[in-house]
């Protein structure tokens, strides 16, 4: 039996990468705020039916905690808060580019005001 290829000296990057950005609703929330806009809480619950405010809230912080998604508090009469893409996650925008364009190649184009992921 031989020994096989060498294993690799450190982890493969890929995997922090997807355990960050690929878990459920990850990729949508992602999706949304890389269109240019700011959302605001209730808008994430429009634009993803079927999330969970608990589950919004935890996805949220773990973008956050990953540098990639700034939240901003707005006191007030009528406080807010806004979240949006962290300069550092600009480096997603060809990614999610790229995976839009395979995905389309492999499946055909997403129906129309699916929010496309």
Same mark, same amino acid.
């Given at each position: 039996? %031989?020994?096989?290829?060498? &294993?690799?000296?450190?982890?493969?990057? !890929?995997?922090?990468?997807?355990?960050?950005?690929? =878990?459920?609703?990850?990729?949508?929330?992602?999706?949304? &705020?890389?269109?240019?806009?700011?959302y605001?809480?209730?808008?994430?619950?429009?634009? !993803?039916?079927?999330? %969970?405010?608990? /589950?919004?809230?935890?996805? !949220?912080?773990?973008?956050?905690?990953?540098? !990639? /998604?700034?939240?901003?508090?707005?006191? =007030?009469? /009528?406080?807010?808060?806004?979240?949006?893409l962290?300069?550092?996650?600009? /480096?997603?925008?060809?990614?999610?580019?790229a995976?839009?364009?395979?995905?389309?190649?492999?499946?055909?184009? %997403?129906?129309?005001?699916?929010? =496309?992921?």
């Amino acid at each position: 039996m %031989s020994a096989g290829a060498p &294993l690799p000296e450190r982890p493969c990057p !890929l995997e922090t990468y997807l355990e960050v950005v690929a =878990g459920a609703w990850t990729p949508r929330i992602l999706w949304c &705020l890389l269109q240019g806009h700011t959302y605001r809480f209730a808008d994430f619950q429009r634009a !993803l039916p079927g999330i %969970s405010p608990k /589950v919004l809230t935890r996805k !949220l912080r773990d973008l956050e905690r990953h540098h !990639l /998604v700034r939240r901003t508090a707005y006191p =007030g009469a /009528v406080p807010h808060v806004e979240y949006a893409l962290t300069p550092r996650a600009a /480096v997603l925008a060809p990614v999610f580019a790229a995976m839009e364009e395979a995905a389309e190649t492999l499946f055909g184009p %997403s129906p129309a005001g699916d929010g =496309g992921a």
